[in-house]
């Protein structure tokens, strides 16, 4: 995208934080390491450990109250803005340990951002005014940079060709699908590296999750994407990897074909063949 070189854009949204890192890069873009949670003492994640390369999908699955939500939330620190949670353990996010008492959770949330279950447009803005708030609110005053970032998002999200005619409408007067996809344009505004998704389709017809599936393929090439879903077939389609949690735990953690087609554990196999869950 030809704005994110911009130079305004840089040195507004970008923020370097290359002297809160450590000095030995581990290769993944995001790293989890011995991470706990619990909301108040219950126990929600245990001791979950995995790696996520650079451009890939990574889908978590597991059944209802598993731990999907608790744990990508804590992937961004937003976890912690519920008030009985609490979180141990390391996420990184290249080098920096996102959790580190030096580490701003604003900027962890702009570079790692989180599309919702249910599309959540702001109620009283127009279409156009979704995606551009977020860069006013960083102070971008630049107005044809500000239209040129939100016809790239819109793009990037798949929407553009729907709303170009009609920026100016409400964004709760679209579609389920087309809120959806605008929200993700909204995330997309703000040059994320990772996109963290929980359940973004299980709210959607057949025909509109299937262009958020598409989206994805094309959102790999820019940056990394976690999703959570229930939907095995989903999983098995978008996915470069998956991670199969239970009861807190991650059971297994694998390329997608493989966990869909070997798996290593009895309970990975008896929840993905639908005997369970
Ligand atoms: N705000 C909260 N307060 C107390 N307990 C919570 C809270 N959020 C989640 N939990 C508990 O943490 C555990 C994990 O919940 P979580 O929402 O992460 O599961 P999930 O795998 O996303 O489930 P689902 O598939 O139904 O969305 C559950 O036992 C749940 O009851
Ligand atoms: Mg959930």
Redesign the pocket.
């Known amino acids: 995208m030809s704005w994110m070189s911009s130079k305004e854009y840089t040195n507004t949204i970008s923020y370097k934080l290359s002297s809160l890192s450590d000095t030995k890069r581990h290769g993944y873009k995001v790293s989890v390491k011995n991470l706990n949670s619990w909301?108040?003492s219950?126990q929600?994640l245990k001791d979950i450990n995995f790696d996520v390369k650079e451009n890939t999908v990574t889908a978590l699955i597991?059944?209802?109250?598993?731990?999907?939500?608790?744990?990508i939330r804590c992937l961004n620190r937003m976890n912690e803005m519920?008030s009985?949670?609490i979180v141990k353990g390391s996420v990184y996010l290249d080098d920096i340990d996102i959790y580190a008492s030096n580490v701003d959770p604003v900027i962890i949330k702009r570079r790692m951002g989180m599309v919702f279950q249910k599309p959540n447009p702001f109620p009283t803005m127009s279409i156009y005014d979704n995606v551009a708030a977020g860069l006013k609110l960083n102070g971008i005053r630049n107005k044809a940079l500000i239209r040129e970032i939100v016809e790239e998002s819109l793009k990037g999200s798949v929407l553009w060709d729907e709303v170009k005619d009609e920026l100016g409408r409400p964004g709760l007067s679209l579609s389920g699908g087309q809120q959806q996809r605008l929200c993700i344009a909204r995330a997309l505004a703000m040059q994320p590296e990772v996109l963290l998704m929980?359940?973004p389709t299980s709210a959607l017809d057949p025909i509109a999750s299937a262009k958020i599936e598409e989206l994805m393929n094309e959102l790999r090439k820019e940056l990394t994407v976690i999703i959570?879903t229930?939907n095995m077939q989903q999983a098995a389609r978008v996915s470069d990897y998956t991670a199969f949690?239970y009861l807190?735990e991650l059971v297994e953690y694998g390329p997608t074909k493989q966990i869909f087609e070997n798996p290593q554990k009895e309970l990975t196999e008896r929840y993905i063949s639908g005997k369970f869950g």
């Open positions: 909301f108040g219950k929600a597991g059944p209802s109250g598993c731990g999907k939500t608790t744990l519920t009985s949670a929980d359940e959570v229930h949690m807190g």
